[in-house]
């Protein structure tokens, strides 16, 4: 009986073997591949804005000679790298070229800039766009919007308003 055990033992060791032998055999090679990976980042930006709002105006004493002012924002989260052109729009009771808030009768003058110093109107085409230059980042960038309603206009009282568009191209 101890002759068949190792007989059985001697078998089993060497079929193990064998079985061993045969696996590394069939993954003896090795080769490789090259896998591509291809990711495309698309320009796009988000817009928020805060409101252009006017103080009290009184065409009769404080703003008989003075004209008044507001200023608001625009904010832009853009891709990195794009170059938003913001343009803003004349507004929904624009006559000619003149943005006009109203009260739904009547109209008041006023006019969007880009600078502080209300020498150039913020429109949407031309150079009255504003070129908010590369992104550095994706943080959001603020643009002021600086608003003047022109002294001495001759409007009744009342509640008036407008709405802009505010376009961005990038």
Do not use: E
């Amino acid at each position: 009986m101890n002759r068949i055990s190792t007989r059985t033992l001697v078998a089993a060791t060497v079929a193990t073997f064998l079985i061993l032998l045969a696996t590394r055999t069939a993954h003896s090679g090795t080769t490789t591949a090259s896998l591509q990976v291809g990711i495309v980042v698309s320009n796009n930006c988000s817009i928020t804005t805060s409101a252009v709002q006017f103080s009290a105006y009184d065409p009769s004493v404080s703003n008989a000679s003075t004209p008044a002012t507001a200023a608001g924002s625009v904010t832009l989260a853009c891709t990195q790298g794009s170059a938003p052109v913001i343009g803003l729009g004349s507004g929904a009771h624009q006559s000619g070229a003149t943005r006009r808030a109203s009260d739904g009768a009547n109209f008041i003058a006023y006019q969007l800039y880009k600078d502080g110093g209300l020498t150039q109107p913020w429109g949407d085409s031309g150079t009255d766009v504003l070129n908010a230059g590369l992104s550095p980042s994706k943080r959001p960038r603020s643009f002021t919007v600086h608003g003047q309603i022109p002294a001495g206009q001759n409007v009744p009282s009342g509640t008036y308003s407008d709405t802009i568009t505010v376009s961005v191209n990038f």
